[in-house]
């Protein structure tokens, strides 16, 4: 079993729906990242979270520490929202250096 | 966005001959990562770097090894490439590293190695 889960794998939505991704992590954190994985392969880090909630335009993203449990939100859903979707929590092992990743969320938004 | 150059950015090696990746960075921050990506697995922690000259195993090391002679630049080496480090390889940057809760990490663009 992967210490960090996402659901669901695969993702595919009207425009202009609203867009609902979690993630469910076993280790001990001290972060939860939220990061976009674009189709040409680049990375880029949405949020970074210890506690509550936090809101990026169309973006939502929420932790809750006692249930291990993140979710990315995204509202009003555009085409150019296609792209997969990573949480990774910032593992305690390894000086807290490692980030543990969960497998991705493939989201495909049609016009 | 933060100044990552990885290179090269795609190669092909044969099995056994040994094979270097380079990241570069602008940014001047402290720590720096290397990563590889495989289908069915989230990204994982090959080696890191917490200043010059000051690098640690992560949790895929075997097989690699790493140096950091200056700040700018954090180099991977696969001593004899195998098949089974065909991969995409991604290195990455923070300012703080991890005992700052949540500091941001910016990646670089992904090394694409096959090994035939």
């Known amino acids: 079993k992967n210490e960090v889960e996402q659901s669901p794998q695969n993702l595919t939505a009207q425009e202009g729906e609203f867009i609902t991704i979690n993630c469910s992590y076993s280790?001990?954190?001290?972060?939860l990242h939220w990061l976009q994985q674009h189709p040409g392969g680049g990375i880029v880090s949405l949020f970074m979270?210890?506690?509550g909630k936090k809101k990026h335009g169309r973006l939502i993203a929420t932790i809750n520490i006692q249930e291990k449990h993140s979710s990315l939100h995204i509202t009003a859903s555009h085409p150019r929202d296609s792209a997969v979707y990573i949480c990774?929590?910032?593992?305690?092992?390894?000086?807290?250096?490692?980030?543990?990743f969960g497998t991705g969320t493939r989201l495909t938004i049609i016009p | 966005d933060a100044g990552i150059t990885q290179s090269p950015r795609h190669k092909v090696t044969e099995t056994g001959t040994p094979v270097t990746l380079r990241c570069h960075q602008t940014?001047?921050?402290?720590?720096m990562y290397w990563y590889r990506q495989d289908p069915g697995h989230g990204l994982r922690l090959i080696h890191y770097s917490y200043g010059v000259k000051d690098t640690d195993k992560g949790e895929v090391s075997d097989g690699y090894s790493v140096s950091r002679s200056k700040t700018e630049d954090f180099l991977l080496t696969l001593e004899s490439a195998t098949s089974s480090q065909t991969s995409v390889y991604f290195c990455?940057?923070?300012?703080?590293?991890?005992?700052?809760?949540?500091?941001?990490?910016?990646f670089g663009e992904g090394s694409w190695l096959t090994v035939v």
């Open positions: 990774a929590a910032q593992d305690t092992n390894f000086g807290n250096e490692k980030l543990t």
């Open positions: 990455a940057i923070s300012e703080f590293g991890g005992r700052i809760a949540g500091n941001t990490i910016y």
């Open positions: 940014e001047n921050h402290r720590y």
């Open positions: 280790v001990g954190i001290s972060a």
């Open positions: 979270l210890s506690s």
